[in-house]
């Protein structure tokens, strides 16, 4: 009998403990991805103000029309892979890149939490089990 006890309290612990932990690893997995997306909106607005610059500047002669407004493209797509950031498509203004990194962000956060989701639950689980269980055993 004093097995069941102890499996008992197992449960009540693991019961605490696996909800609070899943739920630190969350916020410890929010923070790391506000601040990785905080870098990559720098790097991608840094990389935009340069193309912006580049693009204002007139094709060189002999040049077909459109191939250096490409070139620019494709070297600036190049940049943004090496950098590890998905580029956003359509306008290159502030606003949309700041709007872009809040989606990542956002996507990133609720994709990495599944498993501290499953820890909160088992937890929950857990406890519940124990606390029927403890119903059910006679009194010391």
Same mark, same amino acid.
């Given at each position: ?52 610059? =580049?693009?204002? %500047?007139?094709? +060189?002669? &002999? ?5 250096? *407004?490409?070139?620019? $493209? ?7 892979? =090496?950098?590890? %950031?998905?580029? +956003?498509? &359509? ?5 949309? *890149?700041?709007?872009? $990194? ?39």
């Amino acid at each position: 009998m004093d097995i069941l006890r102890l499996m008992l309290a197992a449960f009540f612990v693991a019961g605490f403990a696996l909800p609070v932990w899943g739920a630190v690893r969350s916020v410890n997995h929010a923070r790391r991805a506000l601040k990785k997306q905080e870098r990559d909106l720098k790097t991608a607005e840094d990389l935009a103000e340069r193309q912006q610059a =580049e693009y204002s %500047i007139p094709e +060189p002669a &002999g040049l077909a029309p459109g191939e250096h *407004l490409t070139a620019i $493209a494709e070297k600036y797509d190049k940049l943004h892979d =090496e950098a590890g %950031i998905e580029r +956003p498509w &359509g306008t290159l203004g502030t606003a949309a *890149l700041q709007l872009h $990194a809040v989606r990542q962000t956002l996507l990133i956060v609720f994709s990495g939490n599944r498993i501290n989701a499953a820890l909160i639950v088992v937890g929950l689980v857990l406890s519940t089990v124990a606390s029927v269980w403890s119903l059910y055993l006679p009194p010391l």
